[in-house]
């Protein structure tokens, strides 16, 4: 009996995390990165089989994240969405401000959806939004036909 219990729990648990949504994705993703900012990225790639010959690059990944230390940042007070594209039903672009002390940060999460559950594609880490706020007030990006 304990056997059967055992592979149903795990059939069932396998069935749940298969149709977790790419919302979930990321809002389980921040959930864990206010606690363990390198955990999180660790389980962000596991959702992504094909990542096990990443490690290198989910190593450096992880270093990136433990530099955002409240020496280097300051403390982090959460994140804002920025922009949520999707390409089609199986891929979609995430970008979050994480909100720090010293400056705001940029999270970009690339999720894709091969067949029946949603992996991570890519994520990528920058600083340059304040760079990227004032290209677009320049004259040439505004509309001045109004």
Do not use: H
């Amino acid at each position: 009996m304990k056997r059967i219990l055992i592979i149903t729990t795990f059939f069932f648990c396998k069935l749940t995390y298969s149709q977790v949504s790419s919302d979930e994705i990321i809002k389980n993703f921040f959930a864990e990165y206010s606690k363990s900012p390198s955990r999180a990225v660790e389980k962000i790639y596991n959702t992504n089989t094909w990542t096990m010959r990443m490690t290198d690059g989910i190593e450096e990944m992880k270093n990136e994240v433990n530099k955002l230390t409240v020496d280097y940042v300051g403390k982090y007070y959460g994140n804002e969405l920025i922009v949520k594209k999707q390409l089609s039903d199986s891929f979609i672009l995430y970008s979050y401000m994480l909100k720090y002390d010293r400056q705001p940060i940029r999270f970009i999460f690339k999720l894709y959806k091969p067949n029946d559950k949603w992996i991570l594609f890519s994520l990528k880490i920058d600083d340059s939004l304040d760079d990227e706020i004032e290209q677009a007030a320049k004259i040439f990006n505004l509309n001045l036909d109004k």
